[in-house]
């Protein structure tokens, strides 16, 4: 699978963790959704996935390095093939964010 080996590639340029998670529940009356904000059709599915590093510039590397890998290029050429696309990124929402609250007990 295509997102096991950019896993691997994010972890090799320092990432602690790496998850993608395909959209399941994504509305709440009130406020706006994944669907709504990348104005996706209904054939298709919203993809999730953050990556985590222990610092902003272990993250900054990476995010440097990671594109530029050559495995990347093998990774990304089939899913944006422009005759059958599967992946937009134009539609991607990026951001980079430091903690506010961590709790994980």
Same mark, same amino acid.
């Given at each position: 699978?295509?997102?096991?080996?950019?896993?691997? %590639?994010?972890?090799?340029?320092?990432?602690?963790?790496?998850?993608?998670?395909?959209?399941?529940?994504?509305?709440? #009356?009130?406020?706006?959704?994944? %669907?709504?904000?990348?104005?996706?059709? #209904?054939? #298709?599915? %919203?993809?999730?996935?953050?990556?985590?590093?222990?610092?902003?510039?272990?993250?900054?590397?990476?995010?440097?390095?990671?594109?530029?890998?050559?495995?990347?290029?093998?990774?990304?050429?089939?899913?944006?093939?422009?005759?059958?696309?599967?992946?937009?990124?134009?539609?991607?929402?990026?951001?980079?964010?430091?903690?506010?609250?961590?709790?994980?007990?």
């Amino acid at each position: 699978m295509a997102a096991n080996k950019v896993a691997d %590639i994010w972890k090799e340029y320092g990432a602690l963790a790496y998850f993608e998670f395909l959209g399941d529940d994504l509305f709440l #009356e009130g406020t706006k959704s994944f %669907i709504e904000s990348v104005d996706a059709k #209904e054939d #298709e599915e %919203i993809v999730f996935g953050w990556v985590v590093f222990p610092s902003k510039e272990v993250r900054d590397l990476a995010n440097k390095k990671v594109p530029a890998d050559p495995r990347m290029a093998e990774i990304v050429a089939p899913l944006t093939n422009p005759e059958k696309l599967i992946f937009d990124a134009g539609r991607m929402v990026y951001g980079g964010f430091k903690a506010l609250v961590q709790s994980s007990e």
